[in-house]
């Protein structure tokens, strides 16, 4: 259902799995609580363990009861609270981390064989001529392909301590020899801008995939660069952006707006009632403003858009965000593992909490409303949409505005399925488009590697006339030709793969270049920002 898919590929220097969620950071919430007269003490749970430990009849893996505890404890909770066990706390963490030691590549598991799809400009494997293309065979002279290979152990794998050294053995295309190189792992920087550049000769388009450590100076150089560029309005794309840092989103939205203009506010039983206010020192307060959004936009990214929408300050365009209005705060154990727990309900500046309903207990229900919404036509026509908060909110200028379920975009796009064939979505959804993509890049490396920009590039792909091969190359896969559905769907079949081959030769800028070219949503906030100016 989303957007971008990207089904197999994973970049090392992100984690596998992320508990979105609006994150406290480490700075920001250490004076928020107050545990005053907070006491430990042995409750019926660890005395039960105990009594499991000492007298039970068998012998008990007791670290693997204690999680399955904590799992079904933290699940009588809400939605976003959650328990992560020692072993997984490093991957989760380093989803919002600067950045984690690795050897520095993006890969993608293909017939159970570890492609490296893109090394990391600057990182180890770059410095020792590792290239895209590359195929992972072994590690350390242990065999590493074949039915248990997966995203999992391939990062638990590569990943390890800074300095330390890994042994890898390569398959290149037109070698007929495996190559072997150590790699000395390295520290891996965690981008959260996937994309910055100019969508026309005066607007700037930054696409902000997370609000990690780093994501607030980022964000500043994208819009210094755009700026110095020419861009003289902006559209801030936070489609597929499940949150992160909650004080990320605050700094980003200071910079447009005005001294005293209310950001966020967010309160709990035991957290004390926190305000934030602009400080009237952004260096954007005057520029032309969209921010984009969809149903996957959720925490941290409804905090940004909301307070542009209640300030008056941009125009919101896309569908309906995801409705997360609750705080984490992340709370370290004894062992090594960790809880988020809900700490706050955070408000938009016109006082609406904008999380969607929830029943405790019962995360499984919850999690079904994104398909609930799509069943019920709303990914469609705003007419579908049903917000569970009745209050009216007022913006700043007076505009009403709803809570209880999310942001409402200012203006609505709806998905576009009118060029969708049964064909089509069953390509797609199995991941063939981006698997046959990689396949036509590693075959054509030395070609595509001579075309230093997207526009060249898909001139290139348009003479070569892939089609009928990707069409084989489904069919081989067991899903047989439909001419009549092929042909309705070749618009979208040609920017989705030219936009994959794009990827993986030049890079995420160059895919999103060519990618939001034929974007309704992108193509409807030039236009707005055109007639502003």
Known sequence: MKKYIFPTIVVVSLCLGFVGGNMLSEKAHAQSLNWGGLRFHLGKVDQTISYIEQAYVDEVDIDSVTDEVMIDLIKQLDPHSAYIPKKDLEIVNSELDASFSGIGVQFSIQNDTVSIVAVVSGGPSEGIGILAGDKIVEVDDS????????????MRTLRGEKGTKVKLTIRRSGESEPLYFTVTRGDIPVHSIDASFMA???????????FSETTYDEFISALARLRSEGADSYIIDLRENSGGYMDKAIRMANEFLSSGDMIVYAEGRAYNRYEARSNGIGRFKNVPLVVLIDEFSASA??????????????????????????VQQQMPLIDGSAVRLTVARYYTPSG?????PYEMGKGEDYMKDIIDRYDHGEFFSADSIHMTDTTTYLTKKGRVVHGGGGIMPDIFIGRDTSLNTPWYNRVVNRAYTYQFAYQYTDRHRKELNKIRDWQDMEKWLKKQNWIPEFVQFCKDKGVEPNDKEIEKSKPLLLRIVNAYIV????GDDAFFQLYERDDEVTREAIQQLSQKK
């Open 143 to 154: 065999v590493f392909c074949g039915k248990g290979i997966n995203n999992e152990r391939v």
């Open 200 to 210: 026309t000769k005066n607007i700037g388009f930054i696409r902000v995939s997370k």
């Open 503 to 506: 990827r993986n030769t030049l």
């Open 301 to 326: 990214s409804e905090i940004f858009a909301g307070a542009m929408q209640d300030n008056d300050r941009a125009t919101i365009i896309g569908r309906r965000s995801f409705g997360k209005g609750l």
């Open 352 to 356: 609406r909490c904008i999380q969607k």
